[in-house]
């Protein structure tokens, strides 16, 4: 069984910064694109970021500049460092991993989310 835990949501005023962290636990072989993705209330799930395994990024245009996403593969932990947020946003977020699971079984993880509002 393989598990992905968020954490460092919270409460944040404009202009801040915050650590979203991932955590994936279980019978792992690999780890292979991870992303952060959010979903603001009345609004559809959209892609913040992802990181390939050799660490090739993409970020929504919305993001860049302002988020950094990274991951530690020894300790299959994936991060997202968000700066200069802004009220738009506050959202749920959540991370995703493509997973290799130690059957070789294909996983498309997810986590539970994390709420971020950002609010003066």
């Known amino acids: 069984q393989v598990q992905l835990v968020e954490s460092g949501g919270g409460l944040v005023q404009p202009g801040g910064s915050l650590r979203l962290s991932c955590a994936a636990s279980?019978?792992?072989?690999?780890?292979?694109?991870v992303a952060w993705y959010r979903q603001a209330p009345g609004k559809e799930r959209e892609l913040v970021a992802h990181?390939?395994?050799?660490?090739?990024?993409l970020y929504a245009d919305s993001v860049v500049g302002r988020f950094t996403i990274s991951r530690d593969n020894t300790k299959n932990t994936f991060y997202l460092q968000m700066n200069s947020l802004k009220p738009e946003d506050t959202a749920a977020y959540y991370c995703?991993?493509?997973?290799?699971?130690?059957?070789?079984?294909?996983?498309?993880?997810w986590g539970q989310g994390t709420l971020v509002t950002v609010s003066s």
């Open positions: 995703n991993a493509q997973i290799t699971a130690a059957t070789m079984r294909y996983l498309d993880a």
């Open positions: 279980g019978s792992i072989f690999s780890i292979n694109v």
């Open positions: 990181i390939r395994t050799r660490g090739e990024t």
